[in-house]
């Protein structure tokens, strides 16, 4: 016999089971609900894994779509190379030395009849040093003799663009055995470039070079090229047979000098061009193309794009010549 009292919730067992394995009134036993509770959140365990899964489904490919331009940005692009200059700070330099940035040429007197010929040709670059009277360029940049009947002089051309005027300059030195030249420019004087010293010069060094590539075909506009000194090499390279020494090799090896190779291309024009510190403006060295290769690659049939520069020691002494003449 079993009897439930419900108010107190107290239940007795079936006595003819006998003992604790008796079965509990239908009515109070708390299984069911216990089992009911379990079926429940088993079926909700069971359930939110296929939701989740559903979900996945549904957002990863938006996700990974939205991320595809980050990866592809961070691995894609492609890192800077060790050897590029500062970013802030070479704009600020090249503000700073493009004002003593010149063009060296001819210029004939305004309205002077010339049959056709141009009254003003570019030649090669040069820049202002010492007191800004001084313009340091190659000598080879000059000509081999003016049209004096007409009134052909050595000029410089002191701006940019259509803002360009011409000055007389007339040579103040020369240095054949390292290619400079200094002229002197008469009236105002123009900025000038610090010179450096060529003995703290090490290859790998970032530099930078302005001037005016090509003459005045792509107009009186100064383009700055960048790189480093890719090698410091002696001037003239020997030839494996004496009779492959040029003239000009033999003049130089009686008297041989280290120059700074440089892995960014010259072209025409670009001769006389100050070759500075990019981190600084501080001038190494004078661009030279022509002058060189006469010497290191007299046996190339067609000379390479190589640049180099003749030391700024060598323009240093040829100012301090200036100094000791008075």
Known sequence: MSNCINSVKICDRD?????????AHPACDPA???RAGRLSMLGYRRTMPSLLRILVVLVAPITLIRLIPLISLITLTPSLPAFSA???GLPAIIERVRPAVVGVGTAYPPRQPLGGKPPNQLLGTGF????????ATNDHVLPASLDSDNRQVLAVFVGRGRDAVVRAAPVAARDPAHDLALLRVPGAPLPTLELGRAAGVREGD???FTGFPIGAVLGLYPVTHTGIVSSITPLARPADRARDLTAAQLR???APYDVFQLDAIAYPGNSGSPVYRADTGEVIGVLNSVFVKESREALLERPSGIS???PASHLRALLASIEEGG
């Open 15 to 23: 006595l003819s089971t006998g003992g604790p394995g008796g079965r």
């Open 308 to 310: 180099y520069a003749i």
């Open 128 to 135: 202002a040093v010492a007191d800004g009277t001084l313009v």
């Open 86 to 88: 500062p970013a802030a």
């Open 252 to 254: 130089r090896m009686r």
């Open 206 to 208: 970032l530099t930078a």
């Open 32 to 34: 069911p609900t216990r």
